[in-house]
């Protein structure tokens, strides 16, 4: 079957640093994506890797193993508005995206 | 812009009741999907549309219904709503489905069937 695993819950202090790990197993790879959900919102794009490596979009960064099936986003300088709910979704051989239950994050002063 | 609509934006059903979702967007992609979101998982696909005149069952078709008459239109039908169709029900659109074709949501409809 296929499974993409997220941690469910973080917690981080603003101005600081978090780290949100991604692992999947899935019917073909066709690209990663990050999404980020306001609580009561729709999912907006944040970010997409398909080759190993970094990408970097201001504070935002986001790596990719193929070999290993994992991926972080990488939150730097972080605000209250950060607060939300990350999601990791890969597009299978189908090019379907088969989503991760979405990690929440909680920003504290 | 409006990029891409939902309504309505929250309904209560009873079990047994009918209704129709409406989505839809102003970005001219071919590509429409209707996800359902519930606690503790993934978003899960419906049914998709891959251009007018075209539907596609995804992964839990069981229960609704689609339409995609025109291609700015994507439509989800409840025949005989079920309290396990209580969920938050997401549109999204795209381009096209290559590799990098991201996919634009709307801002969701609230279902609750009593």
């Known amino acids: 079957g296929q499974n993409i695993d997220q941690p469910t819950e973080m917690t981080a202090t603003e101005g600081a640093i978090v780290q949100i790990n991604c692992t999947y197993q899935t019917s073909g790879f066709n690209g990663l994506f990050w999404y980020q959900q306001h609580a009561g919102e729709a999912p907006t794009f944040l970010s997409y890797n398909v080759l190993d490596g970094l990408e970097e979009k201001g504070r935002f960064s986001s790596f990719l193993s193929r070999s290993k099936g994992y991926s972080y986003l990488l939150l730097k300088e972080l605000q209250m508005k950060d607060s939300a709910s990350y999601l990791c979704a890969v597009k299978d051989s189908n090019y379907q995206l088969i989503w991760g239950a979405g990690t929440k994050l909680i920003i504290k002063p | 812009n409006a990029g891409v609509t939902q309504t309505p934006k929250f309904r209560v059903l009873k079990t047994g009741q009918s209704m129709t979702l409406l989505c839809a967007q102003d970005?001219?992609?071919?590509?429409m999907y209707w996800y359902r979101q519930d606690p503790g998982m993934g978003l899960r696909l419906i049914h998709y549309s891959v251009g007018e005149g075209t539907t596609a069952k995804g992964e839990v078709p069981d229960g609704y219904n689609v339409s995609r008459l025109k291609k700015q239109n994507f439509l989800l039908g409840l025949e005989s709503a079920a309290p396990s169709q209580t969920s938050v029900y997401f549109c999204a659109s795209s381009p096209g489905a290559g590799d990098q074709e991201t996919q634009y949501f709307g801002p969701g409809t609230r279902l609750l069937v009593l």
């Open positions: 970005m001219n992609h071919e590509y």
